[in-house]
């Protein structure tokens, strides 16, 4: 193909995206966005496959309701830090949790119109800011931020179950379709109950408990401090207290 064929192609294709870009929002928006160097990092970071998406359009109409819920009782915007308080709040609650997975279960584009106005009021509810405000004020002075900020392990991703992951020879992890409760609590992983697996025992259990880190035995080949169950965290501090 000759060169003034391509560049004729080229000017042509311009110039029906340009006029796609003027007709249609969606493509300006989009465009716009996926140039965005935040946005970009975002969805390196969280968006591993559908499930994830998923979970952050849940998230997303979490996020947009507590917020017009703070705004409607205070008249002022609620700060990142309540927010996020507010939102782990409701992670880690079962009844919250529940009622909330309950009232954006239909979160693949519809309407905010066909959730129920008065489950929507108890929702809110539940959420009791003035509670949120104080125990974010107390836990501030106890503990450190990664306690009150949604990682990605406990927000989005669930950990893998492949066979060959498990750092020991010969010790398998659960696998995550053979465990629809935590093994310690026994409350039922959901959209965001997610499951995660003691780097010791191998055993899934919910975040709450599983929240903790610790150094594990040289064997295990691991530099770093993993994620373990509450039950092996104390055997393994008893152990190196032992030592």
């Known amino acids: 193909m000759e060169s003034s064929q391509q560049l004729n192609i080229f000017k042509n294709a311009t110039a029906s995206g340009k006029k796609i870009l003027k007709d249609n929002p969606f493509f300006r928006d989009f465009t716009g966005l996926m140039r965005n160097d935040e946005f970009k990092n975002f969805y390196r970071n969280y968006f591993k496959n559908w499930s994830d998406i998923q979970t952050m359009i849940f998230y997303m109409k979490l ?30 609650t079962t009844e919250m949790r529940k009622m909330a997975m309950e009232l954006f279960k239909n979160f693949k584009g519809e309407s905010l119109y066909i959730i129920n ?42 950990t893998n179950s492949s066979k060959d992951e498990y750092p020991i020879k010969n010790m398998k992890w659960e696998l995550d379709e053979d465990v629809s409760n ?33 150094q594990l035995p040289t064997e295990f080949n691991k530099i770093k401090p993993q ?6 965290n104390k055997n393994l501090h008893l152990l190196k207290r032992d030592y």
Do not use: W
């Open 63 to 92: 996020y947009t309701t507590i917020k017009d819920a703070y705004y409607g009782q205070y008249n002022e915007n609620i700060t990142d830090e309540l927010m996020t308080f507010t939102l782990h709040k409701i992670i880690t």
């Open 117 to 158: 106005p008065q489950n929507l009021i108890t929702f809110t509810e539940l959420i009791d800011f003035d509670s949120c405000k104080t125990n974010l004020l107390i836990q501030n002075t106890s503990f450190n931020n990664s306690q009150l900020r949604l990682t990605s392990s406990d927000a989005i991703s669930s």
């Open 182 to 214: 935590c093994r310690n609590c026994n409350d039922e992983f959901d959209l965001l109950n997610r499951r995660h697996h003691c780097r010791y025992c191998g055993k899934i259990f919910c975040n709450k408990c599983s929240d903790n880190k610790i």
């Open 227 to 232: 994620r373990v169950c509450n039950e092996c």
